[in-house]
């Protein structure tokens, strides 16, 4: 079975800095797009960062030049480095992958558990 599990949340200050890591577990045969998306309280789930397998990045607006994504594709990892972090990042951060289990079929999508970023003073 397939599994995306994040690690790295937590509490820090204005300013600060955190890494997010996602690792993806199972019977894996390809891995495309991996993403990470973050959902704060009263609001819908946006997308905040998201690498192609071939390593083309995309992001949001409001972290860019502050956050950085990147991948591992010989561990099935995918993270996020978040530096000047603000209170507006506050989120729950999910991370979220494309997935191809059996050669010759559709990729599918997977979601992990989430974990929470609280930027706080």
């Known amino acids: 079975q397939v599994q995306l599990v994040e690690s790295g949340g937590g509490l820090v200050q204005p300013g600060g800095s955190l890494r997010l890591s996602c690792a993806a577990s199972?019977?894996?045969?390809?891995?495309?797009?991996m993403g990470w998306y973050r959902q704060a309280p009263g609001k819908q789930r946006e997308l905040v960062a998201v690498i192609t397998s071939g390593g083309v990045r995309n992001y949001a607006d409001s972290v860019k030049g502050r956050f950085t994504i990147s991948r591992d594709n010989g561990k099935n990892t995918v993270y996020l480095q978040m530096n000047n972090l603000k209170p507006e990042d506050t989120a729950v951060y999910y991370c979220n992958g494309y997935l191809r289990v059996v050669p010759g079929e559709a990729p599918e999508e997977y979601w992990g558990q989430g974990t929470q970023v609280t930027v706080s003073s």
């Open positions: 199972g019977s894996i045969f390809y891995i495309h797009n």
